[in-house]
């Protein structure tokens, strides 16, 4: 890996979108779509200014990848209003649970039409690109132009969604790793192991280390043991306090970092919300464009022509079908969204694919050996950047100019 130039062009990416991040945003350019294109264009398929091992990088991009999620769900919680879960129960637990299960059961399905894959490498497929990716998440959610265009409940949702379900994705993925492995589901091994101690325990200990590192931090900022400079990197050491801490545990990371997240922000007061949610977003910018950059670097093009028309068309299918279909499905299960026919297919719309599903994509590979399960998410996650990412402020003046209307 040549990387004083990877360390190079990252860096100018970098100065480059803090001078003009507004701009961007006005005409439709996200960061991670910046990020994957100038990649592209510097890498081994086009101008060869960048020539890299692809082998080695891919362990690379997974810890990447990882850390960008830990810097993503972590502002994702802190940017979520204190009590909105215990306010909107049965909408934030359909959206969840009842759209990652609709997600994970259409995209799998979608997969087994279009390629000649098993059940099982279709389910396992389909829980990789189940989660929806908070990274490019935020970029449709935040923001002066987000702030402008949709309503609080509409941004609050899918921020919401988007950071529980990259951890809740966890077990839904390791069953379809079984189903893959074994002839018969180890149905007591998945539950015992992956659901109550990998997933519920961990949100458990990582919802009392949150709690207890709010409290810690707010009794020493009472007491003028802290200054402005140390509300910075306290929330980054916990996010990978809780990465790292629970992944050494062989426990679920991601969901740590959520749930976690959400205990500190309940704890802490507002002006210490407001510190730690600015550095927590400056830092999950930091580390997007590098995970972007590198995964742009390391496509399988080869792979992907060798797909022929499938590429396209199962792009076209999980972009439109994975998840719109399901969510007019949950609609009248939603108090919050029930009859909002515009809401539900803003929100089916926005369901981006990124950094998780590369982490779960890779993760997969590493275990079985599976090329399929790199080639094919992969393709699906740089469509839906691209797609998502250009399409987020027409979409959000569209729902504004209906709402007007009405």
Same mark, same amino acid.
């Given at each position: 890996?040549?990387?004083?130039?990877?360390?190079?062009?990252?860096?100018?990416?970098?100065?480059?979108?803090?001078?003009?991040?507004?701009?961007?945003?006005?005409?439709?350019?996200?960061?991670?779509?910046?990020?994957?294109?100038?990649?592209?264009?510097?890498?081994?398929?086009?101008?060869?200014?960048?020539?890299? @091992?692809?082998?080695?990088?891919?362990?690379?991009?997974?810890?990447?990848?990882?850390?960008?999620?830990?810097?993503?769900?972590?502002?994702?919680?802190?940017?979520?209003?204190?009590?909105?879960?215990?306010?909107?129960?049965?909408?934030?637990?359909?959206?969840?649970?009842?759209?990652?299960?609709?997600?994970?059961?259409?995209?799998?399905?979608?997969?087994?039409?279009?390629?000649?894959?098993?059940?099982?490498?279709?389910?396992?497929?389909?829980?990789?690109?189940?989660?929806?990716?908070?990274?490019?998440?935020?970029?449709? %959610?935040?923001?002066?132009?987000?702030?402008?265009?949709?309503?609080?409940?509409?941004?609050?949702?899918?921020?919401?969604?988007?950071?529980?379900? @990259?951890?809740?994705?966890?077990?839904?993925?390791?069953?379809?790793?079984?189903?893959?492995?074994? @002839?018969?589901?180890?149905?007591?091994?998945?539950?015992?192991? %992956?659901?109550?101690?990998?997933?519920?325990?961990?949100?458990?200990?990582?919802?009392?280390? !949150?709690?207890?590192?709010?409290?810690?931090?707010?009794?020493?900022?009472?007491? #003028?043991?802290?200054?402005?400079?140390?509300?910075?990197?306290?929330?980054?050491?916990?996010?990978?306090?809780?990465?790292?801490?629970?992944?050494?545990?062989?426990?679920? !990371?991601?969901?740590?970092?959520?749930?976690?997240?959400?205990?500190?922000?309940?704890?802490?007061?507002?002006?210490?919300?407001?510190?730690?949610?600015?550095?927590?977003?400056?830092?999950?910018?930091?580390?997007?464009?590098?995970?972007?950059?590198?995964?742009?670097?390391?496509?399988?093009?080869?792979?992907?022509?060798?797909?022929?028309?499938?590429? /396209?068309?199962?792009?076209?299918?999980?972009?439109?079908?994975?998840?719109?279909? !399901?969510?007019?499905?949950?609609?009248?299960?939603?108090?919050?969204?029930?009859?909002?026919?515009? @809401?539900?297919?803003?929100? #089916?719309?926005?369901?981006?694919?990124?950094?998780?599903?590369?982490?779960?994509?890779?993760?997969?590979?590493?275990?079985?050996?599976?090329?399929?399960?790199? %080639?094919?998410?992969?393709?699906?996650?740089?469509?839906?950047?691209? /797609?998502? #990412?250009?399409?987020?402020?027409?979409?959000?003046?569209?729902?504004?100019?209906?709402?007007?209307?009405?």
């Amino acid at each position: 890996m040549n990387l004083m130039l990877i360390i190079f062009f990252v860096g100018v990416l970098i100065l480059i979108s803090g001078t003009f991040f507004s701009e961007f945003k006005k005409i439709f350019i996200t960061e991670p779509f910046l990020s994957i294109v100038i990649a592209i264009l510097l890498g081994p398929e086009i101008l060869g200014v960048i020539e890299l @091992d692809i082998t080695s990088s891919l362990p690379v991009l997974k810890k990447t990848s990882e850390f960008t999620i830990a810097m993503a769900l972590m502002a994702t919680a802190l940017r979520i209003p204190k009590s909105f879960f215990r306010r909107n129960f049965q909408t934030q637990t359909f959206l969840v649970i009842g759209g990652m299960l609709l997600m994970w059961l259409s995209g799998s399905f979608l997969l087994y039409l279009v390629f000649n894959l098993s059940i099982a490498e279709c389910l396992l497929l389909g829980a990789i690109i189940t989660p929806t990716d908070p990274v490019v998440a935020s970029t449709i %959610v935040t923001g002066k132009l987000a702030e402008k265009y949709l309503p609080s409940s509409i941004r609050n949702s899918l921020s919401f969604e988007a950071g529980v379900n @990259d951890g809740l994705a966890f077990p839904l993925v390791f069953a379809g790793i079984f189903l893959v492995q074994a @002839d018969s589901f180890p149905i007591g091994k998945w539950i015992v192991e %992956v659901l109550l101690f990998k997933t519920i325990l961990c949100a458990v200990i990582a919802y009392i280390t !949150g709690y207890g590192a709010g409290l810690l931090m707010h009794k020493a900022n009472i007491k #003028g043991y802290m200054n402005k400079k140390s509300f910075l990197p306290f929330s980054l050491a916990l996010s990978f306090v809780l990465l790292e801490g629970l992944n050494l545990l062989n426990m679920n !990371g991601i969901i740590a970092v959520f749930i976690g997240g959400l205990a500190f922000s309940r704890v802490i007061s507002e002006n210490e919300d407001v510190q730690e949610e600015r550095v927590q977003e400056a830092m999950e910018r930091i580390f997007t464009i590098p995970a972007y950059f590198l995964l742009g670097l390391v496509l399988p093009w080869q792979e992907y022509v060798a797909l022929g028309w499938k590429a /396209i068309g199962i792009v076209v299918l999980v972009i439109l079908f994975r998840r719109i279909p !399901g969510f007019f499905a949950l609609g009248p299960f939603m108090p919050k969204f029930k009859k909002r026919k515009k @809401d539900l297919l803003f929100m #089916g719309w926005f369901g981006p694919i990124g950094v998780a599903a590369i982490y779960y994509a890779l993760h997969t590979k590493e275990q079985l050996a599976m090329e399929s399960a790199w %080639v094919i998410p992969s393709l699906i996650v740089v469509a839906s950047t691209i /797609i998502h #990412g250009i399409s987020s402020v027409p979409f959000q003046k569209w729902y504004h100019s209906l709402k007007n209307d009405h």
